[in-house]
């Protein structure tokens, strides 16, 4: 019963095979069996049960939203009201709001319901969610490992049925990264496609707020409801003579070589369902990734001056490090990386002439263990955090629509990720091609998933 789609769960109510109230008794129930993965922050058993009783009254009288019955948690960095929302910081550890997040007002306008909020990488500044106040949310896969971050909960959240979906933020791959980390699906959609009023930012130019889910049909409903256009439409499998593009840089240097020998075969996997692969030259370098930071850091100085002003010590450790010289960027570096952002944004925008969508590893590794801040990859050492945004970053910086799908596991048994990026509000190509390789290549990995997972949260 925790693995039904959303789909299987709206035709249950309908039939009056299972109520809200009995499936999400039964996701609480797992929640509380489950804490030792540290998924959640605040879980609100109470509002969730009132909101069941509600779409139980709203099946009988057949007046249904896109969501009706459906249990999802959220991010805790965006608000709820009367509900605590930490952004996983000490300094707004008794912090609540008095109105909803955009994004989770139109959710629960469409019937979902709320389990809580879930873990987070503090301020969502990482990509580890290993938080210093709230303690490190772990892998379903395997709990010694990170879920990826910073949306970290949410993954977690959804790999183990700790949720139906999740919702979270993504400022450099922070919903790509836990997607491929857990094994699940996360889409960064275009920016500002999703409404981002009440959201504790990083930066308003690099933030983008998006769905994880456990398969494609369940994405698609989700962007449904969020945006209220018919993404259930794009649900076919015929991809014969789809563009792809392939970086011939970039996307193909400092990638660990069973992550990339699987990219290897996801593409081969995609010709033989008639896709047609053309290589591509990136207008992007590890300047442009740098230069990105100018952005973010500059506006999270911003958001967070009062603190850093008052109350420095505050942050957790890395947090801390990465705000602590935030006011010191000159405004010539800002608007110059904000000039630079709008080239590479039509730079980008030019390649999907010659292409439908762009392929590429979502992270050059998988997850390293909990606590772990340095890797190597090919005899090269590297910061955990570089690594993890090298690959996703770029499509932050654009603002362009980029999707994470499973594409098989490493040889340490953990998940790797595909990221699909496609060109603006054009998530439908994206959501169609996901699709397509998904009920062609991953019905397997999904048990697989899903015993797994089973498996590992048993012990």
């Known amino acids: 019963m925790h693995n039904l789609s959303i789909r299987s769960l709206k035709e249950g109510y ?30 609100t058993e109470d509002i969730a049960l009132q909101q069941a009783k509600i779409a139980e009254k709203k099946y009988l009288a057949g007046q249904t939203g896109i969501l009706e019955g ?50 987070m990488h503090e301020f969502a500044f990482g990509i580890t ?28 959240a959804v790999a183990a049925s700790l949720s139906v979906a999740s919702i979270g933020t993504d400022t450099a791959g922070s919903i790509r990264i836990p997607a491929a980390s857990c094994g699940v699906i996360g889409l960064k959609p275009t920016h500002d496609l999703v409404d981002a009023t009440g959201v504790k930012h990083i930066s308003w130019t690099l933030d983008h707020i998006g769905p994880l889910t456990k398969n494609m049909d369940d994405l698609a409903i989700m962007m449904e409801a969020m945006t209220g256009t018919n993404y259930t439409a794009c649900l076919t499998e015929d991809i014969r003579g789809l ?104 730079g980008i925008e030019q390649l999907f002439e010659k292409v439908d969508i762009i392929a590429t590893p979502t992270t050059p590794i998988t997850p390293q263990k909990i606590g772990e801040e340095m890797l190597e990859i090919n005899g090269n050492q590297d910061s955990v955090y570089h690594t993890m945004i090298r690959l996703p970053a770029i499509f932050n910086v654009t603002g362009h629509p980029a999707l994470s799908i499973p594409c098989g596991l490493a040889e340490n048994g953990l998940p790797v990720g595909l990221q699909l ?31 797994i997972v089973d498996l590992a949260i048993k012990k």
Do not use: C
């Not at 970039?250 to 290589?279: C, H, P, Q, R, W």
């Not at 060109?423 to 048990?447: D, P, T």
């Open 129 to 156: 969610s290993n938080n210093p106040f709230y303690g490190p949310v772990k892998n379903p896969w395997n709990k010694e490992y990170t879920p990826g971050g910073s949306s970290g909960g949410s993954g977690a």
């Open 70 to 119: 459906i249990p999802l948690s959220y991010k805790d960095n965006l608000n709820t009201k009367g509900i605590r929302t930490t952004s996983g910081s000490k300094v707004d550890e008794n912090f609540i709001p008095n109105e909803d997040a955009g994004v989770v007002r139109t959710l629960q306008r469409e019937g979902a319901i709320n389990l809580g909020k879930v873990n």
């Open 243 to 346: 563009r792809i593009g392939v970086p011939k840089n970039y996307f193909n240097e400092g990638i660990d070589g069973n992550t990339f020998a699987l990219f290897e075969k996801v593409l081969k996997d995609l010709e033989s369902l008639g896709a047609i692969l053309i290589e591509i030259d990136i207008p992007y370098s590890l300047d442009d990734l740098a230069m990105s930071f100018a952005i973010g850091l500059s506006e999270a100085g911003f958001v967070h001056e009062e603190t850093i002003l008052s109350a420095m010590d505050s942050f957790g450790l890395d947090v801390k490090a990465s705000l602590e010289n935030s006011h010191a960027i000159p405004a010539i570096d800002y608007i110059k990386a904000l000039k630079r952002k709008v080239q590479l944004n039509l």
């Open 421 to 451: 990026a496609a060109a603006q509000n054009n998530e439908r190509v994206l959501i169609h091609s996901g699709y397509s390789y998904e009920q062609a290549f991953l019905k397997s990995f999904y048990a697989k998933r899903d015993s």
């Open 14 to 43: 309908q039939k009056k095979q299972f109520s809200p109230v009995e499936i999400t008794k039964m996701y609480l129930d797992r929640i509380h069996h489950l804490q030792d993965l540290n998924a959640y922050i605040t879980v």
